[in-house]
C-alpha cells in the first residue's frame, strides 16, 4: 500500500509547472523518501521478531518458578495433611504405680489391697464428633485448595498485564522514534524551503518544536520501561540479573465475550468463589460440632493389679479394674452456648462474604467486557478507516506543502494526527488484551 503512495505523491508533484518543479526537486526526493524509509524501518523491525519471548512461554516459567504460587503449594499440601489427624483419637494414656501401700511397713505383702499397678485409658468422643472434625478440616483444604488455584490465576493475570504494558511501552518507542525522524526530515525540508526562499524560519522552529515533544516523549517511556520490565520479572519469579523478556508485537485475537455466559462461568468455576462456599460448608459443619458440646465424652480405662503372696505363702489373685467416666458439660451458658453463637456468626459473615464477591464479579465483568468491547471497535475503526485517510492526507498536504499551495503547520499536524491516531490503536490494542485477561481472571478459566 505504502509504496503505491509513494508514486501517487511523486506524480502528483511531476505534474506541476515546469517553472516551479525545477525548484523543488531536491525537495521531491527528501519527501519521498521520508514514506520509503519508513517503510525500509517497518520491514528492520519486523525482520527483529524472532528475539521476541512469547506469552505461553513465561506463563509456563511462571508456573513454575513464582514463590507466591510455590507458597500456595505448599499451603494446599499441608491442609491436606490436617484432615486424617482431624478424627483421630487422642492418644492413649499409660499408667503405672502400687496402689493402697502401708505407710507403717514397706513390703507388698503385708495388707491384701497392696498392688502394683499397670493401667491403660482412652477416651473416646460422643458419636458423631470425630466425623465432624474431619469434615471441618476438608472443607478448610478444599478452601485452601480453591486459594491455590486463584493465586495461580492471579499470578498469571499479573504476568499478562506487565506482558501487554510493557509490550505497549516498546510498541510506543518505536512509534515515537519513528514519529521523531519523519519530523527530522520534514524539519530538513523546511530548512531547505528556508534556504531558498521559499518557507519561513517560523516553520522551523515548529517542526523543531515537535521534534523536541518526541524527544521528550521517548525520555517518559525510558522512565517507564524499567518499572514494567520489573513487574514482569517479579511475576516469573526470575533473578534480577536475567534477561529482560521482550514481549511480542501487539496484536488482537478476538474472543467472544458472553456477560450472562460468563457470569454462570464465574459462578461454577471461580476459585475465589467456590474457596468461600467451602468455607460457608466448612462453618455449617463447625456449627453442628459446636452443639455436640453439649453431649458427653467418655473415658475408658483398664488396668492389672498384681499381688504378692501372703507372708505366709498363701496365694493372692491378681486383680482387674474397669472403669468408665464422662465428662458433665453443665457449663452451657458461659461456654457452649457462646461457642454455637461464634460459630453461627462465622457462617452467616461468610455467606455474606460470598454474596459481595459475587456482586463485585458480576459488576467487574460488566465493566471488563463493555472496555473489551469498545477497544476493538476502536482497533477496527482506526485500522478500516481513520488511519488509511489520515495517512492519506499526510501526503497530499506533503505534495501541496512542496508547491507551497499548504502551509507547513496544516502538514504539522496532520502528521501528528497520525502519530495520535497509530498510538491510539496500539493503546486500544493493549487495552483489548488487558481487558481479556482481566476477564478470564474474573470467570475463573484455566490459565494458560
Given at each position: 500500500m505504502i509504496p503505491g503512495r509513494i508514486v501517487a505523491v511523486v506524480l502528483a508533484v511531476t505534474a506541476l509547472p515546469a517553472n516551479v518543479q525545477g525548484q523543488e526537486d531536491s525537495l521531491n526526493k527528501a519527501g519521498t523518501a521520508i514514506f520509503a524509509q519508513?517503510?525500509?524501518?517497518?520491514?528492520?523491525?519486523?525482520?527483529?521478531?524472532?528475539?521476541?519471548?512469547?506469552?505461553?512461554s513465561l506463563i509456563a516459567?511462571?508456573?513454575?518458578?513464582?514463590?507466591?504460587?510455590?507458597?500456595?503449594?505448599?499451603?494446599?499440601?499441608?491442609?491436606?495433611?490436617?484432615?486424617?489427624?482431624?478424627?483421630?483419637l487422642d492418644d492413649p494414656m499409660l499408667e503405672a504405680g502400687v496402689i493402697n501401700a502401708p505407710l507403717a511397713s514397706s513390703p507388698f505383702n503385708r495388707e491384701d489391697m497392696t498392688m502394683k499397678m499397670i493401667g491403660l485409658s482412652q477416651r473416646l468422643p460422643f458419636p458423631g464428633k470425630r466425623n465432624?472434625?474431619?469434615?471441618?478440616?476438608?472443607?478448610?483444604?478444599?478452601?485452601?485448595?480453591?486459594?491455590?488455584?486463584?493465586?495461580?490465576?492471579?499470578?498469571?493475570h499479573d504476568l499478562k498485564t506487565a506482558y501487554f504494558d510493557l509490550g505497549l511501552t516498546l510498541e510506543m518507542i518505536k512509534l515515537v522514534e519513528k514519529n521523531k525522524q519523519t519530523l527530522e526530515r520534514f524539519l530538513r525540508i523546511a530548512e531547505e524551503r528556508y534556504q531558498v526562499g521559499q518557507g519561513s524560519q517560523?516553520?522551523?522552529?515548529?517542526?523543531?518544536?515537535?521534534?523536541?515533544?518526541?524527544?521528550?516523549?521517548?525520555?517518559?517511556?525510558?522512565?517507564?520501561?524499567?518499572?514494567?520490565?520489573?513487574?514482569?520479572?517479579?511475576?516469573?519469579?526470575?533473578?534480577?540479573?536475567?534477561?529482560?523478556?521482550?514481549?511480542?508485537?501487539?496484536?488482537?485475537?478476538?474472543?467472544?465475550?458472553?456477560?450472562?455466559?460468563?457470569?454462570?462461568?464465574a459462578l461454577t468455576q471461580r476459585p475465589q468463589l467456590l474457596a468461600l462456599q467451602s468455607l460457608i460448608a466448612r462453618n455449617e459443619k463447625s456449627v453442628d460440632l459446636a452443639r455436640r458440646a453439649y453431649y458427653p465424652d467418655f473415658d475408658v480405662r483398664l488396668s492389672y493389679g498384681q499381688r504378692d503372696n501372703m507372708m505366709d505363702g498363701t496365694r493372692r489373685d491378681d486383680m482387674v479394674s474397669m472403669t468408665v467416666a464422662v465428662n458433665l458439660p453443665v457449663w452451657r451458658g458461659n461456654k457452649?452456648?457462646?461457642?454455637?453463637?461464634?460459630?453461627?456468626?462465622?457462617?452467616?459473615?461468610?455467606?455474606?462474604?460470598?454474596?459481595?464477591?459475587?456482586?463485585?464479579?458480576?459488576?467487574?465483568?460488566?465493566?471488563?467486557?463493555?472496555?473489551?468491547?469498545?477497544?476493538?471497535?476502536?482497533?477496527?475503526?482506526?485500522?478500516?478507516?481513520?488511519?488509511?485517510?489520515?495517512?492519506?492526507?499526510?501526503?497530499?498536504?506533503?505534495?501541496?506543502?512542496?508547491?507551497?499551495?499548504?502551509d507547513f503547520l496544516t502538514l504539522l499536524?496532520?502528521?501528528?494526527?497520525?502519530?495520535?491516531?497509530?498510538?491510539?490503536?496500539?493503546?486500544?490494542?493493549?487495552?483489548?488484551?488487558k481487558a481479556v485477561a482481566e476477564i478470564d481472571l474474573l470467570a475463573g478459566?484455566?490459565?494458560h
Open positions: 519508513s517503510v525500509t524501518k517497518a520491514t528492520l523491525t519486523a525482520s527483529n521478531s524472532h528475539n521476541v519471548t512469547l506469552l505461553s516459567e511462571a508456573l513454575e518458578n513464582n514463590p507466591e504460587i510455590q507458597a500456595a503449594y505448599q499451603e494446599r499440601e499441608a491442609a491436606q495433611q490436617r484432615i486424617a489427624p482431624a478424627e483421630a465432624l472434625r474431619k469434615e471441618v478440616a476438608a472443607k478448610d483444604a478444599e478452601a485452601i485448595e480453591q486459594g491455590y488455584h486463584e493465586t495461580v490465576n492471579r499470578v498469571v517560523a516553520d522551523v522552529l515548529k517542526a523543531q518544536t515537535q521534534v523536541s515533544r518526541m524527544l521528550d516523549r521517548l525520555l517518559v517511556l525510558a522512565r517507564e520501561q524499567p518499572v514494567l520490565e520489573a513487574e514482569l520479572i517479579r511475576t516469573l519469579g526470575r533473578n534480577t540479573k536475567g534477561e529482560i523478556p521482550i514481549p511480542v508485537p501487539l496484536q488482537i485475537q478476538e474472543v467472544p465475550l458472553n456477560l450472562e455466559a460468563l457470569q454462570q462461568e457452649i452456648e457462646p461457642r454455637i453463637m461464634e460459630s453461627q456468626a462465622m457462617r452467616d459473615q461468610t455467606v455474606s462474604l460470598y454474596q459481595a464477591q459475587s456482586n463485585e464479579v458480576t459488576a467487574r465483568l460488566r465493566q471488563q467486557i463493555a472496555t473489551a468491547e469498545q477497544s476493538l471497535k476502536s482497533v477496527k475503526l482506526y485500522q478500516t478507516a481513520i488511519l488509511p485517510q489520515a495517512k492519506l492526507t499526510v501526503e497530499s498536504a506533503l505534495a501541496a506543502y512542496q508547491v507551497n499551495r499548504v499536524d496532520n502528521q501528528m494526527t497520525v502519530f495520535d491516531f497509530e498510538a491510539n490503536l496500539i493503546t486500544a490494542m493493549a487495552n483489548y488484551n478459566k484455566k490459565q
